[in-house]
């Protein structure tokens, strides 16, 4: 049996109900779109997921990837995935048709990217780094070096890289030293990247490196970065691969998880200069890393919503057949299996829940991105840009927090078999723990949160975001469904405390900015939690409207329900909670260091 089966229903009813597959139909772009494609590919995407990618997920784990004297050697059988992952043109899913795509929305590749996370995070690293190269250099290189590298990044042939970290500049990205130096037609790459996924492998024939670098008369700081393309085989006129570039791999990071994906220490410039072609204009590297980063933002945010589902599938088979005591109140002959004892189903039910919560706002925000990029109208496309720029910091930070915790939810549930490693419980764990850290911290998505996507609009894009959440709590109340209308109560009672919050912080930004960073992680944790509350109450709104319809198949609808009514009960309030740290606990934070710490 496969460790990982994709959840297809829910990620059909997350884009068919809650996205609104016709809104995005609607768009002239995607008009082809339709519901019988969308279960197509979701179900072929699965296919691949749970019968190609998952039964190698313990074989990257333990086996890892390898330095040798030849090359990074990938561990047996991801070859032959990653030629199927090709041919089947999974890697260009979102991209148009133009540069090799396959057209589709941005939605659409969300869910499909969330299978491969789930089934091997490790091995779909390398295609959602590459998808961001891509998409950098479709927005910002030269048509002579979108001639040269786009399609070839975008069908998967070649991947594509991120280099931006060296030893003395981590998130500081105004420390960085590797130096650019002008000749002829290219310019000479010399330096030290560290922390760069793909950085070196034998899946690809060659490996199309982003890299910033400083001119020599660059300005100091963020200012004077500039972008650059530096493949690690010579691309002649022709498209064909030539002479080995001057970038070597030094190492590769012994790391917690992740062990399948090669992690390189790259040096450039020891044979006099690796190659490089600038990307745009100079010292303007950071701006359009930024379309790379955040690519990559929201789609390390869906790791975190695919590793804890991956976590729970194996928590909730292993629960439904170990047995161990009799649960309280139990009084039938036979014990059952673990899922009976109520803190076991408390524990299942919040991995179920807040990964259906968070599955929910990560699409909803994939949309948001669609509807920014596609829309017809110039105002509607500002809208949803300023929406899904607002998401994105949630989506990535919360995420892969709670996905973070859920995964440990997931070894509890085993007992002392999650901390044995046979059982596989704790990969989901140790993979799931870097997703806090790169494409920025926690702490750097909350501090976006508050002074990029809440302060500078003078709270605009949050304020639009809380009256859609109102309007919806207004019609839940006047359902017919008493449950429905104490799920509009709950959920209304924490926008109250948001609404505060968001009152908070842009007084507190202006007053001492020290007092909205140091509440800065809560409040991100606060909107996520109040998301992912408003789309399983709007996911619940539907689900009771199809059973009074008799439009739906009841069983699913029904454990929406239960999801939607745990979450709000159990997670939900922790918003109360939060608010209070936001508005009253940040001042015990800023006292002075010495007072703090012996």
Sequence with gaps: ???????????????????????????????DVNSELLGAILTEAGTLASEVLAPLNRMGDKTGARLEASGVQM?????????????GGWNGLSFSTDSGGQGLPKVVATAVAEMWNAANLSFALGPMLTAGAAEALEHH??????????????????????NLTEPQAGSDLSAVRARAVPEDDHYRISGQKIYSPYGEHDLTETIIHLVLARLPDAPAGTRGISLFVVPKFLVNAAGELGIRNDVRCASLEHKLGIHGSPTAV?????????????????????????????????????????????????????????????????????????????????????????VEAMRAV????????????????????????????????????WCTEFGLELASVGVQIHGGMGFIEET?????????????????????????????????????????????????????????????????DDLAAALDQVQTSITWVIESQATDPRLAAAASVSYLKLWGIVLGGWQLGRAAALCFADLREARAETSFAQRKIVASEFFMTQLVPQVASLARIITRGSPAVLIPTADAFA
């Design 1 to 31: 049996m496969s460790d990982y089966t994709a959840p297809l229903a829910d990620m059909q009813f997350v884009i068919e109900r809650l996205c609104g597959l016709d809104t995005v139909a609607g768009l002239p772009a995607f008009a």
């Design 75 to 87: 561990p047996a059988g991801w070859h032959a995935a990653y030629r199927q992952f090709v041919e």
């Design 141 to 162: 290189a030269s048509p002579a070096l979108r001639q040269t590298y786009l399609e070839k990044l975008v069908t998967g042939h070649w991947m594509g890289t991120m």
């Design 266 to 354: 790259l040096i450039y410039g020891e044979q006099g200069g690796a190659v490089g072609y600038l990307v745009g204009e100079p010292n303007r590297g950071l701006e359009y890393m930024f379309t790379m980063m955040n690519n990559a933002r929201h789609a390390v945010g869906l790791e975190g919503v695919a590793v804890a589902e991956g976590a729970y599938q194996k928590a909730l088979h292993f629960a439904r057949e170990r047995v161990q005591g009799r649960p309280v109140g139990y009084t039938g002959q036979d014990v059952p299996p673990i899922i009976e004892h109520p803190d076991v189903k408390r524990m299942l039910l919040t991995m179920k829940a807040g």
């Design 362 to 397: 990560a699409y909803v925000c994939a949309l948001a991105f669609d509807l920014g990029r596609e829309h017809p109208d110039p105002a509607a496309r500002a809208y949803w840009a300023r929406r899904g720029d607002f998401l994105t910091p949630i989506v990535k930070g």
């Design 424 to 488: 596989g419980a704790a990969q989901y764990l140790r993979d799931a723990r870097i997703t806090t850290i790169y494409e920025g911290t926690t702490g750097i998505q909350a501090q976006d949160l508050v002074g990029r996507k809440t302060v500078r609009d003078g709270g605009q894009g949050a304020r639009e975001l809380l009256a859609e959440m109102r309007s919806d709590v207004t019609a839940w109340r006047t359902a017919p469904e008493p449950r429905l209308q104490t799920l509009a």
